[in-house]
Nanobody, 123 residues
Framework: QVQVVESGGGLVQAGGSLRLSCAAS????????MGWFRQAPGKEREFVAA????????DYADSVKGRFTISRDNAKNTVFLQMNSLKPEDTAIYYC????????????????WGQGTQVTVSS
């Protein structure tokens, strides 16, 4: 098992930047693929970005590609989401998730989830 905790959310003006952090417990962190998802009020949880165990493979939703960057530091058991050029449409609760196996855009394939961190982008 792994414990996942997100941090770094907040309120930012359109065009600004935020960096989210996801701290995971356990020495087996290196085995896990990691993903970021978000959920806006009244909408289903959607895929944002994912990274494999080594960091050599990344995947992004079309809506954030070129603006967001996912990375990981296995020595610190931490994954990051750098969010630049933020838009009001990015407003949502952002969740970090982990699973042992190949990374995926499918919410259902991730077993371990954090509590979420709120990101609000004002116009």
């Amino acid at each position: 098992q792994v414990q996942v905790v997100e941090s770094g959310g907040g309120l930012v003006q359109a065009g600004g930047s935020l960096r989210l952090s996801c701290a995971a417990s356990g020495r087996m962190f290196w085995r896990f693929g990691m993903g970021w998802f978000r959920q806006a009020p009244g909408k289903e949880r959607e895929f944002v970005a994912a990274i494999n165990w080594s960091g050599g493979y990344t995947d992004y939703a079309d809506s954030v590609k070129g603006r967001f960057t996912i990375s990981r530091d296995n020595a610190k058991n931490t994954v990051f989401l750098q969010m630049n050029s933020l838009k009001p449409e990015d407003t949502a609760i952002y969740y970090c998730a982990a699973d042992e196996g190949a990374v995926s855009r499918n919410v259902g394939l991730y077993e371990f989830w954090g509590q979420g961190t709120q990101v609000t982008v004002s116009s």
